[in-house]
């Protein structure tokens, strides 16, 4: 684990979740707090965060859903031993695991692991992905989806193995990813919903927060967005998923 002075200790959910993390290089953000609230879980559930860095998404889940049990995939030992850390530090040592495993690894590894497939009733993830911004997403659509399809693969594999039959996958990705994202999940994933997110009421969606099911069957659909702020800062339904932890409605069972 990282010295001390290299980590800065963080609130998130109004103060009721307190992460350690390194002060330079990847820094969570809304992104996992989002990615949590879209989550449909229950007490009794058994879940898989993959690449969970410190644990803030699949903390900040177990925060609001008594009685599961997660354990979180981190392939970098140090933010592995981050997210151990914080779940005991937040009460939730005796729920929430953290294992050092990579995700393009072998059944056997996972297993070894204690993940075996077919073991989780739901998994979520926050893959990486190139910013917009920076990182243009290329006019050709055969080489726009093998990019694509390259990064994201072993994610969606890793998820289907791990799910039983009907669990769920709950993903955030960057919106001009949706076409892409959508094909590569077909393959094992049906009855999929898709929560656009926007900046303000007048941009367009900057990620979007997907949740599919392995083996079903409904059409996809498409859920009301959210938008993250007004004219007057930060949106109400924003603040509550944001610092209340309230859900997001599509991850109602």
Not at 69 to 80: F, G, H, K, W, Y
Not at 109 to 116: E, H, I, Q, S
Not at 222 to 235: A, C, E, M, S, Y
Request: glycine residues 10%.
């Amino acid at each position: 684990m990282p010295a001390e002075a290299d980590l800065s200790d963080d609130a998130v959910l109004g103060g009721r979740l307190r992460l350690l993390q390194p002060r330079r290089g990847h820094r969570f953000g809304h992104d996992a707090i989002l990615l949590a609230a879209a989550v449909a879980a229950k007490a009794g559930d058994r879940g898989v965060e993959l690449g969970a860095g410190v644990g803030a998404a699949g903390l900040a889940l177990a925060m609001r859903v008594s009685g599961l049990s997660l354990t979180l995939v981190e392939i970098d030992p140090a933010l592995s031993a981050l997210a151990s850390e914080n779940a005991k530090r937040n009460g939730l040592g005796d729920r929430v695991s953290a294992r050092c495993v990579d995700i393009a690894a072998a059944a056997a590894v996972f297993a070894a692991a204690g993940l075996a497939p077919a073991s989780a009733d739901f998994v979520l993830t926050n893959p990486p992905f190139n910013d917009p911004v920076r990182h243009n997403a290329s006019p050709d659509p055969d080489r726009r989806a093998a990019h694509v399809g390259g990064s994201l693969a072993p994610w969606l594999e890793a998820a289907a193995r791990l799910l039983r039959d009907l669990g769920s996958l709950t993903l955030i990705f960057r919106a001009d990813g949706f076409a892409d994202l959508v094909t590569l999940l077909q393959a094992d994933f049906g009855s999929i919903s898709v929560i656009p997110i926007y900046p303000r009421p007048e941009s367009p969606a900057i990620r979007i927060i997907v949740r599919a099911i392995k083996g079903g069957r409904a059409p996809l659909t498409l859920r009301p967005g959210l938008v993250l702020n007004d004219d007057r800062g930060p949106t109400a339904d924003a603040e509550a998923i944001l610092r209340d932890g309230v859900p997001l409605s599509s991850s109602d069972r």
